[in-house]
């Protein structure tokens, strides 16, 4: 019963401390967060890509998007889809 006691109140006691300081944005969208200007380029690109049929998760897009920010595929794709949600949702 003791023990069970004990558990509960370290629970308890943890539940009450204040969470450590959450990890920085990574630097890859503290870029486009800084720069509203990056990110309203990216938003036009991938409208005229979406003029043409093409989608910002396509693999034409992503390519469009590394290769102008001079990114790998993966740090490409996790940038459009934050400028996407973030600053131009209309961009499908």
């Known amino acids: 019963m003791r023990r069970l006691a004990f ?3 370290a629970v308890l006691l943890s539940a009450a ?4 300081p959450l990890q920085a944005a990574s630097p ?3 870029s486009v967060k800084q720069n509203p200007q990056l990110a309203k ?6 409208r005229q890509l979406n003029g043409r049929g093409v989608t910002s ?3 034409e897009a992503i390519a469009m998007v590394a290769k102008s920010q ?3 595929s993966t740090d490409a794709e996790i ?3 934050y400028v996407v949600g973030l600053h131009c949702p209309d961009v499908r």
């Open 7 to 9: 558990t509960c109140f």
């Open 17 to 20: 401390l204040p969470l450590p």
């Open 28 to 30: 890859l969208l503290e």
């Open 41 to 46: 380029r990216l938003c036009d690109d991938l």
């Open 57 to 59: 998760k396509s693999p």
């Open 70 to 72: 001079g990114l790998n």
């Open 79 to 81: 940038l459009t889809t």
